[in-house]
């Protein structure tokens, strides 16, 4: 009953018009993901994943074996109604604005006219279009575009999200927005399954993950599990005089122990993230007449709409 996703002996071959075999996408894949989860399908570029991933949502038919989610066929309208899909391009009307495009995908899951105003409003903060919603998404930048199609596929609340490389064309702080907002989906109890190649990311807010390549499954299990290296232990101290820490270092190297002392550092993006966080807090130290000063078209509109609510 926790089986969300299940394949069992799947395989999947694209032939050619002699039905010869031209090319074994996915091949003998025996997966499950657990109800709650977020789970991170990797691998190089045609390695099988977004193959996967269309075998999941019943986008093609299997040459052979079984895909399974929530227990039915891909292909159930019902089950249909329960996921959400992030394709890795947002194909988007691009003369509608972000309200008309989540009231027309809305319209699509059959929702009422007060659901799709309520959770359109939601969505839109969330992925921070509040201050563009009435710009034609056709003049969105690439990650905003991203942002549009993530909060579409949420507005029929999903109970499983499927994303394929959900933070492609996505800034630092973008990306850092897309990996808060998956974990507060697995807060509300949802499973997501995220398709990416960019690691850092999936190492991050992952519980397992699964590789894939030419089409088969070669490693999985947690991220803790996959990546300890159970022959090398890391010791972090702070506060304690040089001579302390040399006097450790002699004694482990009289044990024939290899020692690398260094300095720790973060990583770029996490100075990144940490210098515009701190800029954003003292602009919000300053008045909303500041604010409306230095904020562009759309957001000024924002600033004022706010002040007159207020």
């Given at each position: 009953m926790d089986a969300v996703v299940e394949t069992i002996g799947l395989k999947k071959v694209f032939r050619d018009f002699w039905h010869?075999?031209?090319?074994?996408?996915?091949?003998?894949?025996?997966?499950?993901?657990?109800?709650?989860?977020v789970f991170g399908l990797l691998g190089p570029n045609g390695s099988g994943k977004t193959t996967t991933i269309k075998l999941l949502l019943g986008l093609l038919?299997?040459?052979?074996?079984?895909?399974?989610?929530?227990?039915?066929?891909?292909?159930n309208i019902s089950v249909k109604s329960r996921i959400g899909f992030l394709p890795e391009e947002s194909y988007l009307y691009?003369?509608?604005?972000?309200?008309?495009?989540?009231?027309?995908y809305?319209?699509?899951?059959?929702?009422?006219?007060?659901?799709?105003?309520?959770?359109?409003?939601k969505l839109l903060k969330m992925s921070g279009?509040?201050?563009?919603?009435?710009?034609?998404?056709?003049?969105?930048?690439?990650?905003?575009?991203?942002?549009i199609g993530l909060a579409q596929a949420l507005i029929n609340d999903p109970d499983l999200v499927i994303m394929d490389e959900p933070t492609s064309g996505l800034d630092?702080?973008?990306?850092?927005?897309?990996?808060?907002?998956?974990?507060?989906?697995?807060?509300?109890?949802?499973?997501?399954?995220?398709?990416?190649h960019l690691l850092a990311d999936v190492e991050d807010i992952c519980d397992r993950i699964a590789i894939l390549y030419a089409g088969r499954l070669i490693a999985e299990g947690s991220v803790k599990e996959l990546l300890t290296r159970k022959?090398?232990?890391?010791?972090?101290?702070?506060?304690?005089?040089?001579?302390?820490v040399e006097?450790?270092?002699?004694?482990?190297?009289?044990?024939?122990?290899?020692?690398?002392?260094?300095?720790?550092?973060?990583?770029?993006?996490?100075?990144?993230?940490?210098?515009?966080r701190d800029l954003e807090s003292a602009e919000r130290q300053k008045s909303p007449v500041e604010q409306v000063k230095i904020a562009s078209a759309d957001e000024k509109q924002s600033v004022i709409e706010r002040l007159t609510i207020d």
């Open positions: 010869r075999d031209k090319a074994r996408a996915v091949d003998d894949l025996n997966l499950t993901v657990r109800r709650g989860e038919f299997p040459t052979s074996g079984t895909v399974r989610v929530f227990g039915l066929s891909p292909r691009k003369y509608l604005n972000a309200n008309e495009t989540m009231d027309f809305g319209r699509l899951f059959g929702l009422s006219s007060s659901e799709r105003k309520i959770r359109t409003e279009l509040m201050p563009s919603r009435r710009r034609p998404v056709g003049e969105y930048s690439k990650g905003m575009a991203r942002r630092p702080i973008g990306r850092q927005e897309v990996r808060q907002l998956v974990l507060e989906l697995k807060k509300l109890g949802k499973t997501v399954l995220i398709s990416s022959d090398v232990t890391h010791i972090s101290v702070s506060g304690v005089p040089r001579s302390t006097r450790v270092v002699n004694a482990l190297r009289d044990e024939s122990a290899k020692v690398d002392v260094n300095t720790p550092m973060s990583s770029l993006e996490e100075f990144f993230l940490s210098a515009i």
